[in-house]
């Protein structure tokens, strides 16, 4: 149960307190979370179709993939700064039924140039919805329950990366816009249960106070985020190319399943985990541990026996500290709670998707697998970069 918060004079009130109905607030957020992400991960398992259909390359069917990682990520911090001085309630409504008129509009696209357009607008439903509805997230736990309720939010959309895939492969593109209604109901949802923050959300603040939440720690912490997200998009992007070309196509949505809903309980064990012992220490293990199981991952196919519990594994440690990292950043910059959120949710989400540009290009001329390989190598810089951060006082005190 969350408990009322009472703000210092010294530090403005994010959103007004959530005493009343917050498990009914947060369980709203979680499942508009799981749809927001369902609609969004709808992309990457009909890349081949998309490349068939429209006869393009796999670097151009990437070009979708960091389009939707630009527009939907690293723009989350320009709606992460509206979500800290305008009404939350509202965008919160507003993202989840874009994002789901853009994505499942994909299938009734007259050409690729309109494909683009629809994907960028499912994009922006996504960078609206994630810095509001987390930020309420935020408000309503206690210091020693922060890991672990980020870590429900955010299983939440890492389910939705798992419903979606298997959504995709079984509509196909053709009946993808019969998703259309779960977006506009769950966004009439988000609006009824969620408080209203527009007195809270008057006080002024200006770029220089904004600025404050780009320096110390959180820039090593936004680097490894990078460089882990850049290993999952590039293997959820290329995984279905790889198994296709061994003749493993009907696998591509339940590899994608598996590896979303472990991704999910890992989320939950991470953010658990650090309340007790430490968001730095579970940072620094996961992505050490991740990097030789997710090689292995891909030099796997579904003819062996250990290849989908190997999936679980992988998926469950390289999202270990997803959580972590948001909860992390908000105790880093505890005035800035949407725009640090966003930073580690879609900045840096959307800085690893518009990187995957080059994997993609990297796949045409080599292949999909050692592509793989090589964003998963990346993992050993992020490591490094976890050995440089702090714990942040906000859990040391809590």
Known sequence: MM?????TATRPPAVPALATGSTTILVALTLAHMVNDSFTSLLTPLLPQI??????????????????AFVGSVLQPVFGLLADHLDRRLLTAVGPALAGLGMTLMGV?????????????????????????????????????RGLFNALFSAGGTAGLAVGPLAATTLG???????????LAVGALCYTVTPSTRVASRTPRGWRDYSTVFRGPIRLLWGMSVLRSLSTVSYQALVGFAL????????????????????ALGGIAGGQISDRVGRVRVLRSSVLVTIPLFVGLVYSTPASWWYYPLTALVGALVNANVPVSVVTAQEYAPDHVATASAMMMGFAWGTSGVLF???????????????MVTSILMLLPALWLTLRLPEPAGHRSA
């Open 357 to 371: 540009l080059f994997v993609g290009s990297l796949a045409d001329v080599t292949s999909p697998r050692f592509a």
């Open 109 to 145: 696209a007259p050409s690729f140039g309109v494909l683009v357009l629809l994907v960028a607008l499912g994009g922006v439903g996504s960078a609206i919805f994630h810095p509001a509805s987390v930020a309420y997230v935020h408000q309503g736990a206690r210091p020693d329950q």
């Open 173 to 183: 593109l053709g009946r993808l816009p019969w998703l259309l209604p779960v977006g």
């Open 3 to 7: 408990e009322r918060r009472t703000a």
């Open 244 to 263: 296709a070309a061994r003749g493993f196509d009907r696998h591509i949505g339940p590899t994608l399943a598996v590896f979303g809903i472990a991704a």
């Open 51 to 68: 490349r068939t259909g429209y006869g393009v390359s796999i670097a151009q069917t990437a070009l979708l993939v960091a389009v939707s």
